[in-house]
């Protein structure tokens, strides 16, 4: 994703408390700062003992807060509160996220967070015991349910050496949710009519297990046939739905995309194994989410040992393998699903016949070139059709962008 796209121009606060994980924020501001956001940063007195402020001026190109009575920091809360896009902390400590509950405004960045009334992000990252005490569980619910917005920790190690959730997460996850408060909300809310938060809590009350990647049939131990599919659409539908808390399973094919690893899918190799975790994996999942490229055949008869190139030709015969989606259909009447069509021609012709055919609530039309959409491309270009012959077209944009979108003309009839 072209972050530059969604950011720049854009005016954020980041704020950094004292946690050991101060220093990953060094990145996270240099990476909004390269995409041509305006970084403005608030330090704590503690965050500056693990990360100095003369590092974060050079990244942010900005002086930077710490002090609530030098003249710059007394004018600054009241005016930058007024003019930001965004405030984020990060790495939020359990006692930022207190003193935000409890409405305590004792230093900088505490009375900034006060003093600000759009969006807020925070995330906390420290030791799991912290992360788990009653309090901080209790402070991050009360926080949530004033529209806080939060990127969880990661279960990983910890400054002690044991392993707990409390780690600080990818940055790449920390810039998607940015983006989705940046750009995703006013765009949701523009096609809508201010419904982006009624949508995502439609999103957080339901199940999806998304699919994503090409499968591999082979020939011998070593050679197979395939698709290009990187895995990058489904992504952008696993992300999507978490970050607006819908509760999620993952079964991927082959990929390349290795921010699927961030959801620990349950792989397969071939489109027969995908079929059959499919079948096993769909209980208690409201929609189906099928991106994944399932080879059609599979070779009949594929050979126990590597092929010798002794013969001028070779010669192999192809079985079909089953249509996934008609076969979990005819088990599964009442499970929504989202089917994908990968044409390179008569796009609306043939997704039609498929969105029949398979029995389908709604498929995404994708027209496959050798260009800048489709196949192992950031961007995808979309014509949704639903099975009430709602029609629409996305036009050429991230695929993480377009995830969203898709739920949004998936679920539009229950947002109103
Ligand atoms: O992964 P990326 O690089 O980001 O690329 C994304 C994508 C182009 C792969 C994705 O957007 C996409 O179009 N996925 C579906 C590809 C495909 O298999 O299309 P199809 O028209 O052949 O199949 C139609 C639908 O039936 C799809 O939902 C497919 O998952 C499903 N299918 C296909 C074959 C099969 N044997 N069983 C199935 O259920």
Redesign the pocket.
Known sequence: MELSNYVKGKKIIFGITGGIAAYKAANCVSALRRAGAEVYVVMTKNAIEFITPITMKTLSEHNVITDMFSDEGYVTHISLTEIADLFIVAPATANCIAKLRAGIADDMLSTMLLAYNKEILLVPSMNDNMFNNPATVENIQVLSNRNINFVFPETGKLATGKVGKGRFPEIDKILLKIVELIFIKPLINSISNNKFDIFKDIISKNSFLV???ATREYIDPVRYISN???????FGFMNAITSLGGNLKVITANYTDTRIDWFSPIKVGT?LELKDRLMENLNNIDWLI?????S?YRIKESYDSKIKKTSEELNLTFIK?????QEIRKNNKQLNIL?????TDELEKNGKE?LEK?KLNAI?L?K?YKDEK????DK?EIIFINKENFITKIELID?EIVAYLVLYYLFKDKIG
């Open positions: 699919t994503a990647g290009g599919s990187s895995g990058k659409m489904g489109t099928m991106a994944a490229a399932p059609d393998n089953p249509d996934i989606l089917g994908f069509a990968a044409e498929k398979k995404c994708n496959v489709g196949f192992n491309q995808n695929k």
